[in-house]
């Protein structure tokens, strides 16, 4: 059944092609939103069509929970685009197209004729959206990989279970596919923001998304500690702060965390302050780091006689910061979730009715809706080749000229995609100025409003060059804040509200990521800045959202990822849950919260209306945990942990290579004849009609024995060369990188993806740069980060017309500090 709805992106249509996870969920987010996505897929399915999780347990490319949660509101075409005939079909569907997003592989583009080159050529209004797992372009470009692969070339793997003390065990990739969903969800942001460029301009552009840089970029200060402070970050030692630790209760797991002074005083009296907490060995967060093991060991009697959820409640009301290791079964269950409407119900036409994840961002005017199931095989085929291609409503007149009304005062050409958009940004720590750097990569003016009274954490963490901390000097904050401006302003005083009141007049955008009701209680909530600003487009970035039972729990990026089960789906094979290296739902969060407003600036610019937008970091990893979630929604089980393991493909894993302990390279076979090329490599022909590896079934069942036999080859063979040979003869192979080895890679610094721009303070640092490339407004890190209050003077000058005079004055009343 399809449910009826309008949306002003109605009128973009989407042509998809590709395999797997990342192209999929570009389109699905775009989908969702309304617009209208045609999918080609070759003759025999999308490949997660036979995936699973299935609902009775037997693959049926109709009954796929991951296929059906990527692919809701789309059509369904097959066609083989590599003969003439599927090629012809193509181009016939794209010439009518505004967006085509795909996943193929640069070398196999030319064949499937998606050459973004030649079709930009021969489509300009078209934009192209491509995502690969190295970029277009590079001496990688042409590489072979899988998720495996992306998960150790980024270096989120190097650095996972994060404080392992198991050195023979391999670096861990994450639960499920986190490095497409990365891929996918910056090409939906990108899209739009193309979009919006093209409502303009009138002319689209070829965008190339590296999941590779995807990734790299959400390392938090583990790439930092290399190009500030010469240090490679390792999945093994001991955490910095503690307590940081995963342990049991009566009757499941809490993550035990405390990340400020306060929140551990609180703990300790929590706890009927015990005799032991005053030792000097847990005297400070950094102390309490070097003796984790011992804290654990100390806390573990007093920990097991709580239930869990009973633990977590009590801790959130003395604002300590634990979480659950929920499983499926507790998030499907859990009341905040059931209360904000996160699972929304699908029904599904073979399969039933089935709670997906819904959507993290809710709008007050953008409508997010599942319209109609996800579509089965070539359903749309015969349709589409008659030329029924499109849905457009031809007849809503109103519409067109609202639009022209509104295009008629967008600029006719743009440097970059958000030229001329202000934001207004009072975000801080991670997860918000994460999104607002997206924002300020792709050309919006980003205004960061800061004070010394209340310090930036982080600006207050290393690492720092030389070990030389400053408020200025932090890698932490000098990446996460590039191209960004700073005005010192003292919330606490009411004459900074009233200057962040006239500042609100020239935003286009305002961003937070207090906890809930933290902006409303300064007066700058968003009734009164529309009040101000009509057309303001305002997201609040809170860790649960801002309705629910658990809006006013304290929230940071690890307990979101306990929450969330990632923590309860990653570990190796018949293993404990583990710790997935970096606080990915902080990033992750940031992508999200840029996806939404591109979506409402876009939406903006085709209605003329301003929108909110509540995001909850919580909801924004579940929207990337279909599998898991599906998995227990359809059979009622839990996800297996798997290590390095895949639930199809084989051999899939992480090998020790030559060298020390944090040495290893990736192998990732995804088909029979990137199986026989390994096995040639290998010069192990045997292998390939041995009988316990004839095909992908046996070689799961032998994982093992099989495992080893491709350890015994790889431990001798340096990873570089192990990589090169293996991506020569075709198989998905690549070392699992330290922050060190990104660096100083070769390919990253030939996509201009490290920048080493100039700073007042530290000088030139190596920073993770811009993942994608976009042709037509070609986007660039344009200055280091700002000092803190920097562009005080020159904001207020030029915003508010403020002379000399009235700026001292703020400044000897404390308001400008």
Request: glycine share 8%.
């Amino acid at each position: 059944m399809e449910i009826q709805t309008r949306s002003p992106f109605d009128k973009i249509k989407i042509v998809e092609c590709g395999e797997g996870v990342s192209a999929a969920f570009g389109a699905k987010l775009l989908a969702d939103l309304g617009a209208e996505v045609i999918k080609i897929e070759p003759q025999s399915g999308d490949l997660t069509r036979r995936r699973g999780p299935f609902l009775d347990g037997e693959p049926n490319p109709e009954k796929s929970g991951l296929f059906i949660y990527l692919n809701t509101n789309k059509r369904s075409v097959t066609a083989d685009l590599k003969s003439v005939e599927g090629r012809k079909l193509l181009h016939e569907v794209v010439k009518d197209a505004d967006v085509l997003i795909h996943n193929v592989a640069p070398g196999d583009r030319a064949a499937w004729g998606l050459d973004s080159v030649e079709l930009c050529s021969a489509h300009p209004q078209l934009i192209v959206t491509s995502i690969s797992m190295f970029g277009d372009y590079g001496p990688y470009a042409s590489y072979r990989g899988y998720e495996l692969t992306a998960a150790h070339a980024s270096g989120w793997a190097f650095l996972s279970p994060g404080a392992s003390p198991y050195p023979e065990l391999p670096p861990l990739k994450c639960f499920g596919h986190q490095a497409d969903f990365q891929g996918g969800a910056h090409a939906a942001m990108l899209t739009f923001a193309a979009y919006l460029h093209r409502l303009g301009s009138g002319r689209g552009q070829a965008i190339d998304v590296s999941e590779q840089e995807c990734v790299a970029a959400m390392l938090e200060q583990n790439f930092l500690h290399y190009t500030y402070a010469g240090l490679q970050a390792s999945r093994l030692g001991q955490r910095l702060i503690g307590p940081w630790f995963i342990a049991d209760c009566a009757d499941g797991k809490i993550f035990v965390l405390t990340v400020e002074e306060a929140q551990w005083q609180r703990l300790v009296e929590f706890m009927g302050n015990p005799e032991w907490a005053n030792d000097d060995l847990f005297k400070g967060r950094l102390a309490r780091g070097e003796n984790n093991d011992a804290l654990k060991a100390l806390m573990s009697d007093w920990l097991s006689k709580w239930k869990v959820q009973d633990l977590y409640k009590e801790a959130q009301v003395r604002r300590i910061p634990f979480a659950t290791i929920n499983t499926m079964a507790q998030l499907y269950r859990n009341e905040h979730l059931r209360e904000r409407g996160f699972f929304v119900p699908l029904d599904q036409p073979g399969v039933g009715r089935l709670m997906l994840p819904g959507m993290p961002s809710k709008y007050t005017k953008t409508q997010w809706a599942l319209r109609r199931p996800a579509p089965r095989l070539g359903e749309d085929t015969e349709a589409v080749i008659r030329g029924e291609r499109w849905n457009r409503d031809k007849s809503d007149s109103q519409a067109g000229k609202n639009q022209e009304s509104i295009l008629a005062k967008e600029p006719t050409v743009r440097k970059l995609p958000l030229s001329g958009v202000r934001v207004l940004d009072f975000t801080w720590v991670w997860a918000g100025p994460y999104c607002t750097l997206q924002l300020a990569h792709l050309g919006a003016d980003v205004i960061r409003v800061e004070t010394s009274k209340r310090l930036c954490p982080s600006r207050l963490v290393g690492p720092f060059p030389d070990k030389q901390a400053g408020v200025n000097r932090a890698g932490c904050f000098n990446q996460y804040n590039q191209g960004k401006r700073s005005v010192a302003l003292d919330l606490s005083k009411p004459e900074a509200i009233e200057l962040a009141y006239e500042l609100v007049k020239h935003a286009d955008v305002v961003t937070d990521n207090f906890a809930a009701g933290v902006m409303e209680r300064l007066g700058l909530g968003y009734e009164k800045l529309r009040s101000i600003k009509p057309d303001l487009v305002m997201i609040s970035m809170s860790a649960f959202g801002q309705t629910g039972p658990f809006r006013g729990f304290i929230g940071y990026g690890p307990p979101a990822a306990a929450l969330s089960g990632l923590f309860f789906g990653t570990g190796y094979r018949d293993g404990e849950p583990c710790e997935i290296g970096i606080s990915y739902p902080d990033p992750n969060a940031g992508v999200f919260g840029a996806l939404a407003v591109t979506a409402a600036l876009t939406h903006r610019a085709l209605t003329g209306e301003g929108q909110y937008i509540d995001q909850s970091q919580w909801e924004t990893v579940l929207a990337d945990m279909p599998e898991g979630l599906l998995e227990y929604a359809m059979t009622g089980r839990e996800p297996e942990r798997k290590g390095n393991h895949d639930y199809i493909m084989s051999p899939h894993e992480c090998y020790k290579a030559a060298g020390d302990s944090e040495q290893w390279v990736s192998i990732a076979v995804g088909s029979e004849n990137e199986w026989r090329a390994l096995c040639d490599e290998m010069d192990r022909a045997d292998l390939a009609d041995d009988p316990r590896f004839k095909t992908v079934a046996l070689r799961k069942r032998n994982e093992t024995v099989l495992d080893q036999i491709i350890t015994n080859w790889t431990r001798v063979r340096d990873r570089w060369n192990t990589t090169r040979v293996l991506q020569s003869a075709g198989v998905a192979a690549f070392p699992s990188m330290s922050n060190k080895d990104l660096a100083e890679d070769p390919h990253l610094h030939a996509r201009g993806y490290l920048v080493q721009l100039e700073h007042p303070e530290v000088g030139r640092r190596i920073h993770a740069g811009i993942p994608w490339k976009m042709s037509e407004t070609p986007c660039a890190v344009r200055a280091a980060a700002p000092l803190l209050g920097a562009d005080t003077d020159a904001v207020l000058t030029s915003l508010l017309n403020l002379n000399g005079d009235q700026i001292e004055r703020l400044r000897k009343a404390e308001v400008l500090v």
